[in-house]
Structure formats: C-alpha cells, structure tokens
C-alpha cells in the first residue's frame, strides 16, 4: 500500500497492492494494519455504505457538524469525480479542496479526515461508490453545501447540468453555511 498526500496534506490518495493475472485481480480493500503504517490512518471504523449512482449524478457537499465523519472511499465499478472541501474555519487550508479521480481501473482510495465536505460526480455509465466512516450517519447533523458554490469553484468535469437529490439541490452558499470552528 502507498499513500501521498494531496493539495489538503491531511487528505491521502492510497494505492493498495493489486496483484493481477489473466484470471482478474485481488487487492486488500481494507487493511487496519497496512493502513496504519503506510498512511499513518488509526482510525476506527464503524459504518460501511454502498451507494450506485448514474452518469452525471452529483451528490455532495456532504458533512454532519456533530459526528463528522472520516472516510475512507473508493469506486468498486466505474469512475468518479471526488472532492474534498476543508471547512474547519481553524485550518490553514480552510476552503481548500483536494480532486481525484477514483475508478475501478486505478483501484485509488480516498482518505478524508473528519472536518471535510464530501461530494461526488460520476464520470462513467454508472459507478458503485463504496465508504467506510470513523462515525454514524446522523441526518439531523448532516449539513450541504452548494455543490456549485462560486467561491469554492470546484472544477466538476462536467457537460451539462448534473442529475441532484432534492437535498444536495437545497445546499447553502459557503458564505453562510454552518462550518467547523
């Protein structure tokens, strides 16, 4: 496993070992020890979600102000557009963002810490997204940003109008959403 950081040094893009031959491939999605060493991540996590999106769906700007989550994503079929948002108020890389792209022919994971808005856009027909979270989903925690917010000009690859949820259509303005001090 290998692990660099990316413009939000906290945030870590992570290579497992994928060992493959004519028959596929094998890798460890998950390893609480390998990640440990390589990334430095001792995280506990508690929750795994499994989410299957089409093309042109954005979800995001996801994060919960009480019980913030760390995740740890990755795409088990297709291909996603991924960003991170630090909105911890306190952070020398307050309203910055880190992009991936993650898919099922890189095999990259995500490391965000807690603190960070979350969101996704699919790239490809459809894509299983798949994430483990250091905390519960908590909906009346849970907050949105505006997935297309002018201050923070997340550079989404995108050709038309995303497909949204009711929800993530809601999301606030940076400018006035609820952050993390």
Known sequence: M??????LPEVLLIEPKVFGDARGFFLESYNKRALAEAAGIRAEFVQDNHSRSARGVLRGLHYQLQQPQGKLVRVASGAVFDVAVD???SSPTFGKMAC????????????LPPGLAHGFLV???SADFLYKTTD????EHERCIAWN????AIPWPLAG???LSAKDAQGLPFAVAELFP
């Open 123 to 125: 790239l490809s027909d």
């Open 100 to 111: 991936v792209e993650l898919s099922d022919d890189n095999q990259r994971m995500f490391w």
């Open 149 to 152: 917010d002018a201050e923070l």
């Open 161 to 163: 109008a995303p497909t």
């Open 136 to 139: 519960y989903y908590a909906p």
């Open 87 to 89: 909105i911890r108020m």
């Open 2 to 7: 290998k692990a660099e950081r990316t413009s």
